[in-house]
């Protein structure tokens, strides 16, 4: 039989210094389940120097469970 897989959208909002973000994004690189980053805004913060606000959508896949 062949694996479906779902996918599960994740909009997500958040802030913090470019390094932060660079490391955060390696992170997710790393990890062992299926990810997708279809669309990412990033956005200087004139306030603060090197810091962003950042929306994205995450998508991690999934294999669904059989039903008995």
Not at 13 to 37: C, E, H, I, K, N
Not at 45 to 55: A, F, K, L, N, S
């Amino acid at each position: 039989a062949a694996a479906l897989y779902m996918e599960q959208p994740l909009e997500m909002t958040t802030a913090g210094d470019f390094a932060g973000l660079y490391s955060f994004l390696q992170a997710l690189a790393r990890m062992p389940r299926v990810t997708r980053m279809p669309e990412m805004t990033i956005r200087r913060r004139p306030t603060e120097d090197g810091h962003v606000d950042v929306t994205f959508t995450l998508s991690i896949f999934f294999q669904e469970e059989p039903r008995a």
